[in-house]
């Protein structure tokens, strides 16, 4: 069956770095596209940016350019994102989730990654 | 960057009551998909190209609109159809979300 397992929990300290992975199984990985969308406490859900997993191009949402990068190990299916100089406003959940094409929308999403940034 | 504008942003609904959400569009798009989100949860696909059940949704749910007015409508409000709803819209390259529905049971 077709799962996007996400790695587990994190708490880090502002200024640090932080990747997490997203692993894709049960189909093509390199068929979906892989969005990533950031769900902070409490709040609704953000988009922000995805990785083409055929070419390996990145495409970043305006407010997450800079200390963000989405990156790929395609011959583990696998999905990441790396986010840098961590800030306290850093903390969500982030989400992977794959689409086939737009009008399809997303139609597996990973269960997701906490993040905590906190001195 | 298109806006989506939910409403409402909370809602109650007894047993059996027609509900319907509406998502606004700050510009003309040609397609709305809809997520529902229980706490804890990750966004589970609902409705998508505007009117499409994704699979297993049950067909209380139904979808419509065009331009820049968006709904998802229940016809028959169920316990379990409590969540929190989103609408998202693919335009210019960009996904962006609406701000969430809460419906709850009354």
């Known amino acids: 069956q077709i799962q996007l397992v996400q790695s587990g929990p994190e708490l880090k300290k502002p200024g640090e770095s932080v990747k997490i992975s997203c692993k894709a199984s049960g189909y093509t990985f390199t068929d979906y596209a892989m969005h990533w969308v950031k769900q902070a406490p409490g709040k609704g859900l953000k988009w922000m940016g995805w990785i083409n997993t055929y070419t390996g191009k990145p495409t970043y949402a305006d407010d997450f350019k800079g200390r963000f990068v989405f990156s790929l190990e395609a011959s583990a299916s696998t999905a990441n994102l790396q986010i840098s100089n961590l800030k306290n406003e850093d903390t969500a959940t982030y989400f992977c989730?794959?689409?086939?094409?737009?009008?399809?929308?997303?139609?597996?999403w990973g269960q997701g990654v906490m993040v905590t940034v906190s001195s | 960057e298109i806006v989506l504008t939910q409403s409402p942003t909370t809602m109650a609904a007894s047993p059996g009551e027609k509900v319907t959400i509406t998502c606004r569009a700050s510009?003309?798009?040609?397609?709305m998909h809809w997520y529902q989100q229980k706490p804890g949860a990750s966004p589970k696909p609902w409705i998508y190209d505007t009117s499409k059940l994704a699979s297993g949704v049950p067909n209380r749910f139904s979808g419509s609109g065009s331009g820049t007015s968006y709904s998802l409508t229940i016809s028959s409000m169920e316990t379990e159809d409590t969540a929190t709803y989103y609408c998202?819209?693919?335009?210019?390259?960009?996904?962006?979300f609406g701000s969430g529905t809460k419906l709850e049971i009354k």
């Open positions: 998202q819209q693919w335009s210019s390259n960009s996904f962006t």
């Open positions: 989730a794959r689409i086939l094409w737009a009008k399809r929308g997303f139609d597996y």
């Open positions: 510009s003309s798009v040609s397609y």
